[in-house]
């Protein structure tokens, strides 16, 4: 029997999934961040992945065919030519690209991606600015240097990842505005996601009982590999992600970009994976309900019959998508005594941004929504679901399976197959 392993590494942890020619899942490893993370995030990251595969059961390593990686999209580092990083790396979330953008502005077209403080390219144009970039050969994303550990290239990426550095993924290369940047170091060269990169370096096959004929292929993004893990696989299947955040993502026939609303495109083979996130989610919620009331107060609600509350659930200031502003004013009054009409206020105000989200996607060119897949934590929440499919029109259905790392290990099953 062969076998795949997934990796995910995510902003709580590490996991990974081990699945069959059937796609099976076979195990779940799982490796949470401590405080150790902040002081240094590369060899956390190392850490994390050695003990992940030594958590592998024996029975199953020895038929480990291929192996895939996810990180956290525009997760950046950088390295000299023997793959040490020369600083600290750069989270997805880390904003210090702000202090470069009118520096980009005049380079990248209007309305890209990489417009964002948070975008790879912006984050590398303010490590070209520090000291220790002197040191540097490679511009490497997360997944790309974790699996540079195990097949020992550096400098190779997949097209997810590359996005947010300004790969033209319709025409798979760098573009010409992007090359005249002159930039130093070593871009990556970027393929496709799950592509065989190299077998697993013989000290590692040997160190923890893997073949050592073991393929590691290009990884992808953290959301792309959930998206991949949830089933939806034709034009009009959506996936929406109810977490901390909202992020929908539809897959589409036609490309969607415009940084104005704060949507972009992921190729995922012959089709595009078009959406957006907004800071609207649960994080709003368990603001002001704990899980137990969630789940008490969302039995009490009858999710056919609309609230008259009108909100914009924010905890803070400012909202990416469907309305990109960082001033937008959160909207939570008014709020009723009775917690059961708040919490269906709240409920049927998120539904409403997930539907115009869905709505700005299809009147920008993108597939006539058919069917949602739901992830995340609120993919539980029935009165809520019932809320959603109300204002959506379609069948709304909890995801196949939720975990990102299951999403990397078919890239890895499928990567082989080629």
Known sequence: ?????????????????VIND?????????????????????????????????????????????????????TVLLSDAAGKPVDTPLLYNDARG????????????????????????AKLLWMMQQPTFAEARYFLHQADWLGFLLHGYLGI???????????????LRYPGWLEQLHIPIQLPRVLPPGTPVNEIRPEIATQFGLPKDCLVCTGTTDSIAAFVA?????????????????????????????????IYSHRLGDLWLTGGASNTGGAVLKN??????????????????????????????????????????????????????????L????????????????????DKLTRVYTAGGGAANSTWTAIRQRYLKVPVVASENTEAAYGSALLAMRGIGR
């Open 1 to 17: 029997m062969n076998f795949y392993l997934g990796i995910d590494f995510g902003t709580s942890g590490a996991r990974g999934v």
């Open 230 to 262: 949830s089933g939806a696989k034709s034009p009009g299947e959506a996936v929406t992600s109810l977490g901390s955040t909202l992020a929908v993502k539809l897959l589409s026939r036609t490309r969607v970009e415009d940084a104005r609303y704060g």
């Open 288 to 345: 002001f309900f704990s899980e137990a009331e969630l789940e008490k107060l969302s039995s009490e609600i009858d999710g056919t019959i609309a609230s008259e509350l009108d909100y914009y659930p924010l905890l803070v200031a400012g909202d990416r998508f469907p309305i990109n502003d960082p001033y937008l004013s959160p909207q939570l009054e008014p709020r009723p005594d009775n917690p059961v009409e708040f919490l269906h206020g």
């Open 157 to 171: 990426s997949d097209y997810h990842n590359a996005l947010k550095l300004g790969y033209d993924v319709e025409q």
């Open 347 to 366: 409920l049927e105000s998120i539904a409403r941004i997930e539907g115009q989200g869905y709505e700005l996607l299809q009147q920008m060119g993108a």
């Open 22 to 74: 059937e796609a099976c899942i076979q195990a779940k490893i799982k490796y949470p961040w401590t405080t150790e993370l902040v002081s240094d995030l590369a060899i956390a990251w190392q850490k994390a992945l050695w003990t992940l595969l030594a958590q592998i059961p024996d029975e199953l390593k020895s038929g480990i065919k291929a192996i895939a990686i996810n990180g956290t999209s525009s």
């Open 98 to 121: 702000s202090l470069v953008l009118d520096q980009l502005r005049h380079i990248a077209p209007p309305h890209h991606n990489v417009l964002s403080a948070t975008s790879s390219l």
